[in-house]
């Protein structure tokens, strides 16, 4: 199975909350777990990655927890901010040398002020 | 830097019309990819590319072409449009898989077919 499963489908976090976007995966094959980020107009950009020699990857308010033996990986928003209202897609991909990604179905966040 | 560089931004296709959405990058990558983002679905492939030359295809590469004669660019056909390929397209390109492997995404083609 390629699917990734991503939930909830929107979110909506008061200024200074915590979001949180959880993903599940079936491929075991798969070593490499990014999270992207989308702009109404843009293109998603790369916001954080992980691979899962590792449980936890922190990098400013943002960190991913990995759950290997659950097949699960989230991504937390401290301190939410309106202009990180956007949609987030969590995707994986593995060692298959062609970076070829399979994302999940995307998270629309919206932060009220 | 200019990064990835799609043409058109819009487009409105007839049914059984064709045409070609335009990628174009900069930085010298080897990988890259067509993805379509429909609401709901996530961003899906439909061809990707490891380097001039070689082309494969992804999770829904029906109904589209493309090729790669050079490392710059990398084109998306679409032969007879129908309504199922309206979506918004985005190009991407990666440096060769490593650690961290970051894929350039472009601004995105929205492509209507009525």
């Known amino acids: 199975q390629q699917q990734v499963k991503q939930s909830p489908q929107s979110l909506i976090v008061q200024k200074g909350g915590i979001s949180i976007i959880n993903c599940a995966y079936e491929?075991?094959?798969?070593?490499?777990f990014p999270w992207y980020q989308q702009f109404p107009g843009k293109g998603p950009a790369l916001l954080i990655a992980?691979?899962?020699?590792?449980s936890e990857k922190k990098e400013g308010r943002f960190t991913i927890s990995f759950n290997k033996s659950a097949k699960q990986f989230s991504l937390h928003i401290m301190d939410s901010q309106p202009g990180d209202s956007a949609t987030y897609f969590c995707a994986a991909s593995d060692s298959g040398n062609t970076g070829k990604l399979i994302f999940g179905q995307g998270t629309t966040l919206q932060v009220k002020p | 830097n200019a990064g990835v560089t799609q043409t058109p931004k819009f487009r409105i296709l007839k049914i059984g019309q064709s045409m070609t959405l335009q990628c174009t990058q900069d930085m010298n990558h080897n990988y890259m990819y067509w993805y379509r983002q429909d609401p709901g679905m996530g961003l899906k492939l439909i061809y990707y590319s490891v380097g001039a030359g070689i082309t494969d295809k992804g999770e829904v590469p029906n109904g589209y072409n493309v090729s790669r004669s050079t490392t710059e660019d990398f084109p998306l056909r679409l032969e007879l449009a129908a309504p199922s390929q309206t979506s918004v397209y985005f190009c991407?390109?990666?440096?060769?898989?490593?650690?961290?492997?970051?894929?350039?995404f472009g601004q995105g083609t929205r492509l209507t077919v009525v």
């Open positions: 991407a390109s990666s440096p060769p898989t490593g650690a961290i492997t970051e894929a350039f």
């Open positions: 491929n075991t094959a798969f070593d490499y």
């Open positions: 992980i691979r899962p020699d590792v």
